[in-house]
């Protein structure tokens, strides 16, 4: 899965969305954009906004 996020000229995290995923539950997605959309970054002094395209890797745990 890509996280896509923009972080804005504040630090806050505004638009999110899917980058690409072939996670085949839309549920898992929304959480994880969820997460990222909550983030805060440190205010941005050269832009007014960055565009941000994060990859993600999940795994299957077999444990028991």
Do not use: N, W
């Amino acid at each position: 899965m890509t996280a896509a996020f923009v972080v804005q000229r504040d630090g806050s995290v505004g638009p999110t969305s899917d980058g690409g995923s072939d996670i085949g539950d839309p549920a898992v997605v929304a959480c994880v954009l969820g997460v990222f959309g909550k983030m805060r970054f440190p205010p941005l002094t050269d832009a007014a906004f960055v565009e941000v395209r994060y990859p993600l890797l999940f795994t299957r745990y077999g444990g028991g």
